[in-house]
């Protein structure tokens, strides 16, 4: 399994070379996979139209809409309930997870329950996160960012990279996403992590990190 972890899809052609050269074919010969599950978690982007946007390629993220040969959907939420030959089989022929943002421990949770996070390691494909989607990889997500309380209360992520994100940094949107405040949030991490903006993305192959952007991302080594 290959990663593309960014703050808000695929957002300029820096990253959208790197996801090319990551997939190791043409975009319109790529089979994806949307996972809408984190967006349910949220209060601000699901359930509802926002997730029908994400899944049906309207959303303002480029992710979907991207010209993939096929998009399907694996809501996470349903796999524990479907005989697992159901499915094993379209995730082993997909090229490409676009994994939504939301809430990262509510998809850290459905991707343990679902066994997903069990089999992507072992996956040919390429997953590509936004925002929670990306930070839900990690080992921890922070306490700034728990929003939905998973069972054992904790901010763990399924540790499937060795760093944690800060995602979104100096939006407009959210004027709280500072420089500042990413230091502080990396402090608490005890280990390492990175802030990145929306026109940043960090790619991890065989365990090489690389940070793809066009605009803002800073480092931080903690522990």
Same mark, same amino acid.
């Given at each position: 399994?290959?990663?593309?972890?960014?703050?808000?899809?695929?957002?300029?052609?820096?990253?959208?070379?790197?996801l090319v050269k990551s997939l190791g074919k043409p975009v319109?010969?790529? @089979?994806? +996979?949307?996972? !809408?599950?984190?967006?349910?978690?949220?209060?601000?982007?699901? !359930?509802?139209?926002?997730?029908?946007?994400?899944?049906?390629?309207?959303?303002?993220?480029?992710?979907?809409?991207?010209?993939?040969?096929?998009?399907?959907?694996?809501?996470?939420?349903?796999?524990?309930?479907? !005989?697992?030959?159901?499915? +094993?089989? *379209?995730?082993?022929?997909?090229?490409?997870? +676009?994994?939504?943002?939301?809430?990262?421990?509510?998809?850290?949770?459905?991707?343990?329950?679902?066994?997903?996070?069990?089999?992507?390691?072992? *996956?040919?494909?390429?997953?590509?996160?936004?925002?929670?989607? @990306?930070?839900?990889?990690?080992?921890?997500?922070?306490?700034?960012?728990?929003?939905?309380?998973?069972?054992?209360?904790?901010?763990?992520?399924?540790?499937?990279?060795?760093?944690?994100?800060?995602?979104? *940094?100096?939006?407009?949107?959210?004027?709280?996403?500072?420089?500042?405040?990413?230091?502080?949030?990396?402090?608490?991490?005890?280990? !390492?992590?990175?802030?990145?903006?929306?026109?940043?993305a960090i790619k991890v192959t065989d365990g090489k990190v690389?940070?793809?952007?066009?605009?803002?991302?800073k480092s931080f080594s903690t522990g």
């Amino acid at each position: 399994m290959k990663y593309m972890l960014t703050s808000a899809g695929i957002t300029n052609k820096s990253i959208e070379d790197a996801l090319v050269k990551s997939l190791g074919k043409p975009v319109s010969e790529c @089979s994806a +996979l949307c996972i !809408p599950t984190a967006m349910y978690g949220h209060p601000w982007v699901g !359930p509802g139209i926002k997730t029908w946007e994400f899944i049906s390629g309207n959303s303002e993220n480029p992710m979907v809409n991207f010209g993939w040969k096929s998009v399907g959907i694996l809501e996470l939420t349903a796999l524990p309930s479907i !005989p697992w030959e159901r499915w +094993l089989p *379209l995730i082993e022929k997909t090229d490409v997870f +676009l994994v939504s943002g939301g809430d990262a421990l509510y998809l850290a949770h459905w991707m343990r329950e679902s066994g997903l996070a069990q089999m992507l390691p072992k *996956l040919e494909a390429v997953y590509v996160g936004m925002s929670a989607g @990306s930070m839900a990889l990690a080992p921890r997500i922070g306490e700034d960012f728990m929003g939905w309380m998973p069972p054992s209360g904790k901010d763990e992520g399924i540790s499937l990279i060795g760093f944690s994100i800060f995602p979104h *940094l100096e939006n407009e949107s959210l004027p709280e996403n500072t420089l500042d405040h990413a230091a502080k949030w990396a402090s608490k991490i005890q280990g !390492p992590s990175y802030a990145i903006d929306d026109q940043t993305a960090i790619k991890v192959t065989d365990g090489k990190v690389e940070v793809i952007s066009e605009g803002l991302w800073k480092s931080f080594s903690t522990g």
